[in-house]
């Protein structure tokens, strides 16, 4: 039997098209249960205060770069979405005089437009930000080379290889309101997937690649980025793919409240908790993930009750 459709994108898979009872249990989680969802191979951190979460996070980027060395490259994978942690890396790196010149990172993902990624003067570019907010805020005799830096580009090759030869210790994300990470957005409901989304399986096999947005995700960017203006925000990107994740030692993801809502914080958390891997919720194939953390900042975990404003 087919499974039901979309409420919010008829032509697409999401969270919405999942069974009624699971969507009931998640909302009626309370935070404090969400915060005991942890179990080996998933854990669940809790910071009671902005400045200790971000703190917490930029100090993944200072662990991974501190374990390398000339001959054991070590990088770590980063969003834009947060981006509050990279001011603060580059303050603690150029505070305390850490050489960073052996580490390396990736950027998760890029807007693609015309046929390519966008250019770093696009006011969007996830790359101008990664640039402008840290690595060029870094003192030069501590900082790595241009070449330890990679963005996903149109042609996929070069970025893809990067991942051979050099050790990610942690890839870092958010997650959007439809429940991805980087842009692994869910499938659109079409060809053999009319009726059931991919298997996680299936889906896992996707590298880095050029993706359509599902319409929640170039609505949330408009309103988070844009002022709401859904015109200017592109309905394609470029994105690190799940084989490039399960490449990652950890997957470290990041709820400050944000980016996704207190419902969306609550499904994710109880389904890799659980271990309910769901292509419609790509966040959570992370339940296949051998070691992944979930971060909280506590006072954006909020209310899933009706309440009128």
């Known amino acids: 039997m087919a499974r039901r459709k979309s409420c919010v994108a008829d032509g697409w898979w999401d969270y919405t098209t999942l069974d009624e009872k699971l969507l009931e249990d998640a909302a009626r989680l309370s935070g404090e249960q969400v915060f005991q969802l942890s179990r080996p191979g998933f854990a669940v951190k809790v910071y009671d205060t902005l400045a200790e979460f971000y703190l917490a ?14 001959d054991n490259p070590v990088g770590i994978c980063g969003p834009i979405g947060p981006t509050e942690q990279l001011p603060l890396v580059a303050r603690i790196v150029n505070d305390l005089g850490i050489d960073v010149r052996h580490g ?8 693609f437009a015309g046929g390519r990624e966008v250019p770093i003067t696009h006011p969007l570019s996830f790359e101008r930000a990664d640039r402008e907010l840290c690595f060029s805020r870094i003192d030069k005799k501590l900082r790595m080379p241009d070449g330890h830096l990679h963005f996903p580009k149109a ?11 050099v050790r990610c210790a942690v890839m870092q994300g958010g997650q959007g309101e439809v429940k991805h990470w980087a842009f692994n957005d869910p499938p659109k409901r079409e060809g053999k997937w009319v009726d059931d989304p991919p298997p996680p399986a299936e889906y896992r096999k996707l590298s880095t690649r050029v993706v359509d947005l599902h319409p929640m995700t170039v609505i949330q960017n408009a309103r988070t980025s844009g002022g ?11 994105t ?3 084989v490039q994740t399960w490449h990652a030692k950890k997957v470290s993801i990041w709820h400050a409240g944000n980016h996704d809502n207190p419902f969306g914080q609550r499904l994710t958390t109880l389904m890799i908790s659980k271990k309910i891997a769901d292509s419609a919720v790509p966040m959570s194939l992370l339940a296949e993930h051998p070691n ?8 954006g975990i909020g209310t899933c009750e009706a309440e009128m404003h």
């Open 155 to 165: 042609d996929v090759r070069p970025y893809v290889e990067s991942w051979s030869g």
């Open 292 to 299: 992944v953390q979930f971060n909280f900042y506590r006072h």
């Open 57 to 70: 996070e930029a100090l993944e980027y200072i662990g991974a770069w501190k374990q390398a060395t000339a």
């Open 228 to 238: 709401g203006y859904v015109a200017g925000v592109p309905t394609q990107a470029l």
């Open 240 to 242: 690190v793919g799940p």
């Open 104 to 111: 390396h990172f990736w950027g998760m993902d890029e807007w």
